[in-house]
């Protein structure tokens, strides 16, 4: 009785949740972008599908609620591969809290090299840079043999120009219903409150003003399933991020316990204006008889760019 009332109970909170009213922000304009890229060569090998994936190496990026499941203290550190001098640089830490908790500190660096500056006359100046970090804090505990919840604090710094900066902070919160060791579900609103605010009086003096930029609210409902088989994971969710509705699907298995591979599909949007981007990866277990060690790698189609994105990770992990 207990679990069905819990079961009805989440599918209200995600039904008034997505219920909220939409962001009017368009997606591809929408401040944020590199944060909803992706989080390392596992989730982004996956399609970014992992909001209920409670094995393996997990986030605290996708789901708070699922750091309580991480088995092993693992370490990871993660580099890009992007086309137009864009740069996606991740390092994370996460680790169960015996008997029940668990905690995940990940930090995001993206941005922007070798702009290209010019004068009123169109003559070189110099060259810009931009960067668009978030230092991620999660912590997530068990109330339950079936059901976890988390929450998730993210410092938001963008540098857009000299004298031009933004610190902000958002929060994320999400859920993880366990119907069996096989099967579950998750929940995540994200990027709640995140924003960033610019103040170009530094810059323009009387004639700046402040104008603040808000995330567009992300509302995410997924679906795992684990079968006993080759360490097997299928996943899917749906996401509205603001007024833009698009689903995942990722998979992975292990044919043998020192290789996997992965393939996912990201930004599947039924009414047609976006494209979706599938992805493949792979994890190799080398043998270093001194430490546990795993290579990640993500492939991933992204439209609209002329090269596609290529994720490296190493990951370290403390039994």
Known sequence: MKRTSFIFVMFMFCAIAMAQPASTSKLGGAPGAPLRMGFGARGMGMGNALTAVRGGELSGYYNPALVPFQSTRTATASFGILSLDRQMNILSYGQDLKPTAGVFIGILNSGVSDIDGRDINGRPT????????????SFGTRVSNFVSIGLSAKILYYHLFEGLNSTTVGLDIGFVYSFSDQLALGGVLQDINAKYTWDTSKLYGRDGNTTTERFPLRRRL???????????????????????????????????????????????DFEGNLVAKPSFGFTLKPDFGFVSSYIHYAYVLEPYSPHNIHIIALSVTFD
């Open 126 to 137: 110099e060259v810009y840079s931009t960067s668009e970090n978030a230092l991620i804090a």
């Open 222 to 268: 997924g679906v795992s399933y684990m079968p006993e088989y080759y360490g097997s994971t299928v996943s899917a969710e749906l996401e509205i991020i603001g007024s833009t509705s698009i689903m995942r699907l990722g998979a992975e298995m292990y044919p043998i316990e020192q290789f996997a591979l992965r393939a996912g599909v990201d930004q599947i």
